[in-house]
Every structure is written in structure tokens, then in C-alpha cells.
């Protein structure tokens, strides 16, 4: 089945600091949706794209389609610790086909 | 307020016994998901059902069933054929068009010994 390339699959940064993550497929998607889970519980969207180079942002949150259609950006500005948990990307080609998620990002804040 | 509740949050089963989580939601979405997620493997897909009376397998189905008889319910037993059934199960809904992507529920831990 398709595949989407998450990166890094994990990341320790300091409290204030920015974080970068991305998601990458050889396939083209029409729409890219991020998503955070919290530990112990269920993901929860954050942000969807729905055009190419479209920049959405959502507080101290914000996300990118890429241009080829094929990645997508999700970039947290100074972060805090309740930002600790698995960032998901997931890709969306359309209609009532599947999403497809990739494996994640585990962030851990140290205050 | 609409949403999907899964029960119960953590369940004990003894090896050999078959185990059944619960998936209800009130958001009438036509679609419902069951994802498995182990440390480090993300989500996989178990089964889903797009209609009432529907469903299909997903990429991990051996030693899982499913039912949908009500829009609202979709009910996922855990086999005793199931190998290594400890792991951390995750219901989700949405409309047909996926594009607005997945409600989650709050995930079901399950634990067999």
C-alpha cells in the first residue's frame, strides 16, 4: 500500500525552542491533514491543507503543502511541554479513498 | 456534543479468551475505522466499514473481527487467534469524503496475559 515518510521519528528539544517535521510520498495527495496525540488518548486534528502551497497556521502552529503536491511541513514555534507527543501526517487522495498516516513524530519538551 | 466514545479505557484479559471493545459515535459519519498502535508503528489499519452492513479488511486483520449492524456502532473483537494481541486500539469515524479527514476516540489499552 502507499507509504508516507515521517521525519525525524523522534525529537528532544528545550522548552522555547522551534521544531521542524515533515512528511514525504512518492504519490501525490490533494489534501494533507496533521494531527497530535496526546499520551493515552486518541489523535486530534490540528490543521488541514487543501491546496499546494497553501501555509496555514494555528497559534504557535503552522503547516505547509508542498508545492509538488508530494510533502508537507508542520513547524511549532517556541515550544512548551504540554507540545509533548506524536505529530502524525496523514494524506488524503480524494473521495472516499483511505487517509494515509505516517508512523509519527514523538516530541518530548524538557522544561 | 457529537463525538465517539470507545470503552472501556483498559481491559485485562487471560490468554485464550475472546474480547470484545466497544466503538459508538453520534456524529453521523458514514465511515468507521479500527487502528492497532504498538511503539514505534504508527497506525495500522485493522478494518473498516464504509456502510452499515459493510466492512472490510485492513492491512492487519488475521485474529480480528467486526460487525456494523448501526450506523453508530462498530464493535471489534480480539480473537484468541490473534497472536500478540497487547496493544493500544483506536477507533475512528468520518464522512465518506475523507478529505476532512478522522475523528478519533480516546483509545481502548488493551492488556492479555
Known amino acids: 500500500g502507499q507509504q508516507l515518510n515521517q521525519s525525524p521519528q523522534s525529537m528532544f528539544i528545550q522548552e522555547g525552542e522551534d521544531v521542524s517535521m515533515n512528511c514525504t510520498s512518492s504519490?501525490?495527495?490533494?489534501?494533507w491533514l496533521w494531527y497530535k496525540q496526546d499520551p493515552g488518548e486518541g489523535p486530534v486534528l490540528l490543521i488541514a491543507?487543501?491546496?499546494?502551497?497553501e501555509l496555514t497556521s494555528n497559534g504557535r502552529l503552522t503547516a505547509q503543502f508542498g508545492i509538488t503536491r508530494k510533502d508537507s511541513f508542520l513547524n511549532i514555534s517556541a515550544s512548551i511541554p504540554s507540545d509533548v507527543g506524536i505529530y502524525f501526517c496523514?494524506?488524503?487522495?480524494?473521495?472516499?479513498?483511505?487517509?494515509?498516516f505516517g508512523k509519527g513524530t514523538k516530541l518530548t519538551v524538557n522544561p | 456534543d457529537g463525538g465517539i466514545t470507545q470503552s472501556p479505557k483498559y481491559l485485562f484479559r487471560k490468554e485464550g479468551q475472546n474480547v470484545t471493545l466497544s466503538c459508538e459515535q453520534n456524529l453521523n459519519h458514514d465511515a468507521m475505522y479500527w487502528y492497532r498502535q504498538d511503539p514505534g508503528q504508527g497506525l495500522r489499519l485493522i478494518y473498516y466499514?464504509?456502510?452499515?452492513?459493510?466492512?472490510q479488511k485492513g492491512d492487519i486483520a488475521e485474529g480480528y473481527s467486526v460487525s456494523r449492524e448501526k450506523k453508530e456502532s462498530f464493535p471489534l473483537t480480539v480473537t484468541s487467534a490473534q497472536k500478540n494481541p497487547t496493544a493500544f486500539y483506536l477507533c475512528?469515524?468520518?464522512?465518506?469524503?475523507?478529505?476532512?479527514?478522522?475523528?478519533f476516540g480516546s483509545g481502548t489499552r488493551l492488556t492479555v496475559v
Open positions: 496523514a494524506g488524503s487522495q480524494g473521495g472516499s479513498e483511505k487517509l494515509v
Open positions: 504519490s501525490i495527495f490533494n489534501t
Open positions: 466499514s464504509q456502510i452499515v452492513n459493510d466492512f
Open positions: 475512528a469515524s468520518s464522512i465518506s469524503y475523507s478529505a476532512y479527514g478522522y475523528t
Open positions: 491543507l487543501y491546496k499546494a502551497g
